[in-house]
Structures are given as C-alpha cells and as structure tokens.
C-alpha cells in the first residue's frame, strides 16, 4: 500500500492519488499522494504548526504534501504490518495515557453535583506520548466506509493499549485512514468485513511492535500512576431515561 521513507525525524508514507481522512490536526478528507508522521522534541515549543510542519518536511527532503501527524515518539520505532487488503503503520508512546474508570455501576450514580471529584492528572499539552495509527486499503471505499475506518482502528488500538497499559489511549492520539480511488469499491468496513478485520489485525500487531521497540529497555507504563503525564476522566454525566 505505502512506500515507505524515513530521515531526519520524519516518516513519509507515499501513495500516488490517495484519498485520506485524518483526525490529526488540520485534518479532515484530502487527496495527496503521501502523508507524514513526524516526531517533535522534549519541550516542543511550536505554536504555528503549519510553519512548523512545513520547515520539518522542507529539511527533510520531502516535496509532497499531505495530512501530517506528529508524535514524541521517535520514528526508528515506527512499525508496519500487513494483511489482505491493508497496510498499517504506527508508532506507540504512552508517557501520557488517558484512562476511562468503568467500575462503577450508572444506575448508581445521581445528577452531575453527586459525582466524585476528577483525579489528579498533568494536562501538559506537548505530545509526550501519542499513539499514531496510519491505516490504508487497496479497496476503493464509500466516503462512510472511509470514516467508519478510523473508527475500526481507534477502537483496535484501544483495545490493545488497553491489554498493554491499562489505558485505551493517550491524550494526543490520532488515526489517518486512506484508501486507493482506483481500487476496487468496498461499501462497508466494519469489523465483520475483509477491510475492517484486516485493519483490526495490522493496528494490533503494528501497535504491539512499536510499543514492543519503544520499551524495549524497560516497562510499559501501566495507566496513569506509572506514567510521567495523564489524566483521568472519571467525572460523571447525568444520565435520565429518554
């Protein structure tokens, strides 16, 4: 799916005329032929990301444009992974995770005053972590399809994070799927389809390799005691019959 190049911090997945739909920012539906995943340093100080984003491109040698996601996680330990009709590439950091308490019961719980108080957590905004998932089909898929695609994706990251660290995500994670417009056409990709089980497949064993080479020298941080940053949302909403 992807031709790969990596320098100088950057990752250059390139596909000549690809549709992509990221979540990252300045994201949205586009149509490019590469996208990029590009690590920042400790301390980040950027606030005009498109300068930024332009000046990191520039000195590493790329002249395509297209949608870019940007990590604290180095790019020596990006990974890809390949089944049937789909590519994933991904590069896993969970300095930051972000948890989600379920142990409570809702039928328990009152109006939004009753709820206990939200759990310490560091909300610093540089991407200290981050989990970035790029995910690609050879098929042609219905703009729908497309977007129930990162759905697919975000949802077999959590599940892996969540078997890894406790947490089913970061506070800055981000998924960009893609699919070839001259592929042929897949109207759904939900889980029970070859694009989504596909997808699921390739975000679980490329998000496995990368945390696997990002830890290599030490343990995955299990959820937001062990981790440098974090935060927790365990506020509650009120809930009422309709």
Not at 40 to 67: K, M, N
Not at 102 to 128: F, K, T
Not at 142 to 165: F, I, Q, W, Y
Request: proline share 7%.
């Amino acid at each position: 799916m992807f031709e790969t190049a990596r320098r100088d911090g950057v990752c250059r997945l390139a596909r000549p005329e690809t549709r992509w739909l990221s979540t990252g920012y300045a994201g949205g539906d586009s149509r490019a032929d590469a996208a990029f995943n590009v690590t920042v340093p400790e301390g980040w100080p950027e606030t005009d990301l498109d300068a930024y984003v332009e000046r990191r491109l520039s000195a590493a040698g790329f002249d395509e444009r297209g949608p870019t996601l940007l990590t604290g996680v180095g790019q020596e330990h990006a990974r890809r992974a390949r089944f049937g009709p789909v590519e994933v590439v991904a590069t896993a950091g969970v300095s930051n995770p972000a948890e989600l308490p379920i142990d409570d019961d809702p039928r328990e719980w009152g109006d939004a005053s009753d709820a206990p108080d939200a759990a310490a957590g560091d909300d610093r905004d540089d991407p200290v972590g981050t989990v970035n998932v790029f995910v690609g089909t050879t098929r042609s898929l219905e703009p729908g399809a497309l977007a129930n695609l990162v759905a697919v994706a975000a949802e077999a990251k959590a599940a892996t994070l969540l078997a890894r660290c406790g947490a089913p995500g970061t506070t800055t994670d981000a998924v960009v799927a893609a699919c070839d417009p001259a592929g042929d056409p897949a109207t759904f990709s939900g889980s029970a389809t070859e694009v989504g089980n596909a997808a699921r497949v390739c975000v679980r064993d490329a998000v496995l390799a990368s945390l696997g080479s990002r830890y290599d020298a030490g343990p995955i941080p299990r959820g937001v005691d062990e981790a440098n940053y974090g935060v927790v949302a365990d506020d509650r909403a009120t809930v009422a019959p309709i």
